[in-house]
């Protein structure tokens, strides 16, 4: 077939007028399979993707977010040499009021360390010695804590350890101070958060307006009154607060809004859970002072409970197919979204130049099979 004669068939094709034909097979098997598909179908949006998934909703899953938090109550400690008074000042790390903070719960001090040299911790690996030859001078340990003087002396009793030059008495069992403080669990955690969806323009916060905040938190009857014992968190969290106490750990306040922005502001309520994150937690800290021209500073491990507040937030809000097609208001939003453009011999208007001008209409839902 030549060039002119394909041309030629695809021109006259091109004119061809196509329409589908609809064959219906009166088979009732075959009919019922195909109405149980389409059923399958229907529930399957009607269920899972309107039901559960809420799919004919907007969502906004990462909310705006702001906490403060704030400790309250005393702590004691007893040793040899006087009883201690701990208060919020002493015992909160750091003392900002942020999300993240840890209470002090217990701690081994070690006092009057100054620079100098002394033995090595027999805690610390390859620092026990037999002789100078096993201490290699200017060596640093990184679990250590300080530079080798190439020395072999005498750690306690008959044990030896290699000489180290750093700040004296190194942190050991000997040196240290050890004081548990009492009453911790007995403190209260004050969380004040607020939370903004800013792509529906809706804020709120977990605390009333007219609330008294002379309360504990209660899920069932005090549930805007985020005042926490820190005992009632651990316990939340299914971690013993002895444990807690020993070793110290790592807790998480979660707070949870799932807010339906199609219902009553008054049904977006936070829900708090909490969860135990890590076992143990300590860290150390130094103070500095002069004595007859001389700087010590007084050295301190502290095992603390740290609390991380952790929000999460999804709001969701009607769609814009819904509010046209379902909503007693439908017209009044179909006025605003559509606009048609049509030419009424009847309804034409002239301009001042005598030209005809086209109607311009809204669309109402009744009057559009798409909308």
């Not at 009607?46 to 400790?71: C, D, G, H, L, M």
């Not at 306040?253 to 890590?278: G, H, M, T």
């Not at 609390?307 to 097609?325: A, K, P, Q, R, Y």
Request: glycine share 6%.
């Amino acid at each position: 077939m030549g060039y002119k004669e394909t041309c030629g068939l695809c021109w006259e094709e091109f004119w061809n007028y196509e329409t589908p034909k609809v064959v219906v097979v009166k088979n009732r098997n075959l009919g019922i399979i195909y109405r149980i598909i389409q059923l399958v179908i229907i529930m399957y949006f009607v269920v899972y993707v309107f039901i559960i998934e809420k799919s004919y909703q907007e969502r906004e899953s990462a909310p705006e977010s702001s906490v403060i938090t704030k400790v309250k109550g005393i702590a004691t400690t007893n040793s040899s040499l006087e009883r201690k008074i701990w208060d919020v000042a002493e015992y909160i790390q750091p003392p900002e009021g942020g999300d993240i903070f840890s209470i002090t719960v217990r701690t081994m001090t070690t006092p009057f360390q100054r620079l100098n040299t002394c033995p090595e911790s027999d805690d610390v690996p390859r620092s026990k010695c037999k002789s100078d030859l096993d201490c290699e001078a200017g060596e640093m340990n990184q679990l250590g804590n300080g530079i080798k003087t190439g020395r072999c002396v005498i750690f306690r009793d008959t044990n030896k350890t290699c000489e180290v030059e750093a700040w004296c008495p190194v942190e050991n069992e000997i040196n240290m101070r050890h004081s548990v403080l009492k009453g911790t669990q007995n403190l209260t955690l004050f969380i004040k958060n607020s939370i903004n969806f800013p792509r529906f323009g809706f804020s709120k916060g977990n605390i009333h307006k007219s609330s008294k905040l002379n309360c504990t938190f209660d899920e069932d009857t005090n549930l805007y009154c985020p005042i926490f014992p820190i005992g009632f968190i651990a316990e939340k969290a299914g971690e013993s607060f002895d444990k807690l106490r020993e070793k110290g750990g790592v807790l998480g306040v979660i707070i949870n809004w799932v807010c339906d922005l199609d219902k009553d502001a008054s049904e977006c309520n936070p829900q708090y859970s909490f969860r135990k994150l890590n076992s143990g937690y300590n860290f150390r800290h130094t103070k500095y002072f002069m004595e007859n021209g001389i700087e010590y500073r007084t050295l301190t491990k502290v095992f603390g409970i740290r609390i991380d507040i952790i929000v999460h937030g999804e709001g969701s809000f009607l769609c814009d197919w819904i509010l046209l097609t379902f909503m007693n208001k439908n017209d009044v939003y179909s006025e605003k979204k559509f606009e048609e453009v049509m030419k009424n011999e009847n309804t034409s208007t002239h301009n001042e130049n005598g030209t005809t001008e086209q109607e311009v209409r809204p669309v109402l839902p009744q009057n559009c099979k798409h909308c």
